[in-house]
């Protein structure tokens, strides 16, 4: 199961997205802008550019996430987004002893195809320990011979088994992450990745990453989700056809998030 963490953000989000949108029409400096809006005010101008499909001013805040127990499978997807920033766990400096993997929640529901999968991660890791323990010695070998004390041979080659030992390690080896989003990148990621036809891994990252930046941007993020929550859906042919559904799910989440505050 992915562990997603919100592990900061721009601080009063809405207000200085406002105080952004307002500078562009107002003679006053930042600081007098910033001073005049309140967190009601605030909202009703973050509302107003949802509105009006102005984007821009919102890309002045970030957030920052810390994902973990997520597959290979699920990073090649989300480095995607290009107006974010990364950093991931490495498979050439972090070697993988007895790796971590994700398994499908369909392959999961079967007994024998669960045991398949599982005798398959299985080979995976023993392949994987084998080629890096058998590189290490060879180019233990190969570098003290030519004049390397063993110590430092032996963490050297550690270095050059693993980099190329890891090209057995499957989509489902899991990794963690640190990435940043500008909110403006998170409403295209969401539109997207929180579709049904999205992968049902990234579909639930998604979903739990709007959760949580919108109990710091309930307004930001109103309408935030898949495309069909607050327009018709782009899919055509390959809809899901349960936008009803989808829309009343998103609604709820809403509504929590309203209730939530009000306490």
């Known amino acids: 199961m992915a562990k997603v963490t919100l592990l900061t953000h721009t601080p009063d989000p809405e207000r200085y997205i406002a105080a952004a949108a307002k500078l562009c029409y107002s ?3 930042v600081d007098t802008l910033l001073d005049k809006l309140t ?3 605030a909202a009703e101008f973050v509302e107003m550019l949802a509105s009006m499909g102005h984007e821009s001013p919102i890309e002045h805040v970030s957030f920052t996430f810390g994902i973990e127990g997520v597959s290979r499978s699920l990073l090649a997807q989300i480095t995607r ?3 974010a920033s990364f950093s991931v766990q ?5 070697r993988e002893k007895q790796f971590s993997f994700v398994t499908p929640p369909e392959i999961e529901k079967d007994p024998e195809t669960l045991a398949i999968y599982n005798q398959a991660m299985q080979n995976a890791i023993q392949s994987y320990d084998a080629l890096a323990d058998r590189l290490k010695e060879r180019h233990t070998a190969e570098l003290m011979a030519e004049g390397m004390e063993e ?3 032996r963490r050297q080659a550690e270095k050059m088994a693993i980099e190329d030992a890891r090209f057995v390690l499957p ?3 899991d990794t963690n992450m640190i990435m940043t989003m500008n909110a403006r990148e998170l409403l295209h990621f969401f539109r997207h ?9 990234i579909r639930a ?3 739990e990453m709007l959760r949580q930046v919108s109990e710091v941007a309930p307004t930001l993020f109103v309408n935030a989700g898949p495309s069909c929550v607050s327009g018709p859906c782009p899919e055509g042919k390959m809809s899901c056809g349960k936008m009803a559904d989808v829309r009343e799910e998103y609604r709820q989440l809403r509504e929590r998030i309203r209730h939530a505050e009000e306490q």
């Open 171 to 173: 989509n489902a080896a």
């Open 193 to 201: 990745r929180c579709c049904n036809r999205a992968q049902w891994e």
């Open 39 to 41: 967190d009601e005010k």
């Open 81 to 83: 987004h290009r107006i």
């Open 27 to 29: 003679a006053s400096g």
């Open 151 to 153: 110590k430092a041979a």
């Open 90 to 94: 490495s498979q050439r400096y972090v």
């Open 205 to 207: 990252v998604a979903k």
